[in-house]
């Protein structure tokens, strides 16, 4: 059975925060929206289905962005919301939807991130959060928070691959004419772009269609026609992490489908997803994911 998915209706959000919810996870999950009063946004008012009682049996909370976030919440909504964290529910936020979360206390010691425009806010409002700078978004433990807009859409497809697999996050991006999701460490944005003829995204297809084969950084960069030092300071500047971060994050997603789809050996998907022995392969793949393949497969099987 899936998931509940229940969206606040925390005063003074954000449509497209609540709109961005809704859509991505209303096609997968059943939905409930919970509140103490309609909530106004754009001239559009948003009515709750349940109160905030029903929070208590929601798996997981999203948190839209909300206006003037150096403001908290009301106190039940807090309440609600670290109630539920407490419990083990999964929390997600959107935007300044993190705002709050960190009010709630449950973000102490964890790393978050928000929209550019907020984050130092963020950092000295709550300095015992850690605060990720530049990021679509942030999964630590059951808190999963994004900065704005587009960015919505990835933690929701990010929920949606972990809860389901990647065939299904991918139809769920094509519902929504949405790519698959974007590496949460990617920047929002980018200060410098880059000249004409440096795109890199020949030398990362060239990479997905070649999994298997051994890859080295400097192999790509050859590949690319530059020197090491500056192929990784643009790759990192397109894709938001070191060549080999990605490529390692590129292998367990191919494992992850392979898992989902196939009945192939760990020794077999190890070797066509350029693992090496299985042996190293558990060990990434749990770094990774939590699980062990084993674990991954069967979870996603009974689903």
């Given at each position: 059975?899936s998931?509940?998915?229940?969206?606040?209706a925390?005063?003074?959000?954000?449509?497209?925060?609540?709109?961005?919810?809704?859509?991505?996870l209303?096609?997968?999950?059943?939905?409930?929206?919970?509140?103490?009063?309609?909530?106004?946004?754009?001239?559009?008012?948003?009515?709750?289905?349940?109160?905030?009682?029903?929070?208590?049996?929601?798996?997981?909370v999203?948190?839209?962005?909300?206006?003037?976030?150096?403001?908290?919440?009301?106190?039940?909504y807090?309440?609600?919301i670290?109630?539920?964290?407490?419990?083990?529910a999964?929390?997600?936020?959107?935007?300044?939807?993190?705002?709050?979360?960190?009010?709630?206390?449950?973000?102490?010691?964890?790393?978050?991130?928000?929209?550019?425009?907020?984050?130092?806010?963020?950092?000295a409002m709550?300095?015992?959060?850690?605060?990720?700078?530049?990021?679509?978004?942030?999964?630590?433990?059951?808190?999963?928070?994004?900065?704005?807009?587009?960015?919505?859409?990835?933690?929701c497809?990010?929920?949606?691959?972990?809860?389901f697999?990647?065939?299904?996050?991918?139809?769920?991006g094509?519902?929504i004419?949405?790519?698959?999701?974007?590496?949460?460490?990617q920047?929002?944005y980018?200060d410098?772009?880059?000249?004409?003829g440096?795109?890199?995204?020949?030398?990362?297809?060239?990479?997905?269609?070649?999994?298997?084969?051994?890859?080295?950084?400097?192999?790509?960069a050859?590949r690319?026609?530059m020197?090491?030092?500056?192929?990784?300071?643009?790759?990192?500047?397109?894709?938001?992490?070191?060549?080999?971060?990605?490529?390692?994050?590129?292998?367990?997603?191919?494992?992850?489908?392979?898992?989902?789809?196939s009945?192939?050996?760990?020794?077999r998907?190890?070797?066509?997803?350029g693992?090496?022995t299985?042996?190293?392969?558990?060990?990434?793949?749990?770094?990774?994911?939590?699980?062990?393949?084993?674990?991954?497969?069967?979870?996603?099987?009974?689903?």
């Amino acid at each position: 059975m899936s998931r509940t998915v229940a969206i606040l209706a925390v005063p003074q959000l954000y449509l497209v925060d609540y709109s961005i919810a809704a859509n991505v996870l209303g096609e997968r999950y059943p939905l409930i929206v919970c509140g103490t009063a309609p909530a106004r946004a754009d001239g559009v008012t948003i009515a709750p289905t349940h109160g905030l009682d029903a929070l208590g049996e929601a798996d997981v909370v999203v948190v839209p962005g909300y206006e003037e976030p150096h403001l908290p919440l009301p106190d039940d909504y807090l309440e609600a919301i670290a109630h539920s964290e407490a419990r083990g529910a999964t929390i997600l936020a959107i935007c300044t939807g993190t705002f709050g979360l960190a009010a709630s206390g449950i973000t102490a010691g964890r790393q978050v991130t928000t929209h550019w425009r907020h984050t130092d806010q963020l950092r000295a409002m709550y300095p015992d959060t850690e605060v990720v700078d530049n990021v679509l978004f942030v999964a630590d433990g059951t808190l999963l928070t994004s900065a704005g807009g587009g960015a919505g859409i990835d933690v929701c497809l990010h929920l949606i691959r972990d809860d389901f697999g990647v065939d299904v996050e991918r139809a769920a991006g094509k519902s929504i004419v949405a790519p698959p999701t974007r590496p949460g460490p990617q920047p929002q944005y980018v200060d410098v772009m880059s000249p004409p003829g440096t795109d890199l995204s020949e030398t990362r297809t060239w990479a997905l269609d070649n999994l298997s084969a051994p890859i080295t950084v400097d192999g790509l960069a050859r590949r690319s026609a530059m020197a090491r030092r500056t192929f990784i300071r643009r790759f990192r500047d397109e894709t938001g992490m070191p060549p080999m971060q990605w490529l390692t994050s590129q292998r367990v997603l191919a494992a992850r489908r392979l898992l989902e789809t196939s009945d192939w050996s760990v020794d077999r998907v190890a070797e066509r997803t350029g693992m090496g022995t299985a042996a190293n392969f558990r060990v990434l793949f749990r770094r990774e994911t939590g699980l062990s393949p084993s674990e991954y497969r069967r979870l996603h099987r009974s689903r």
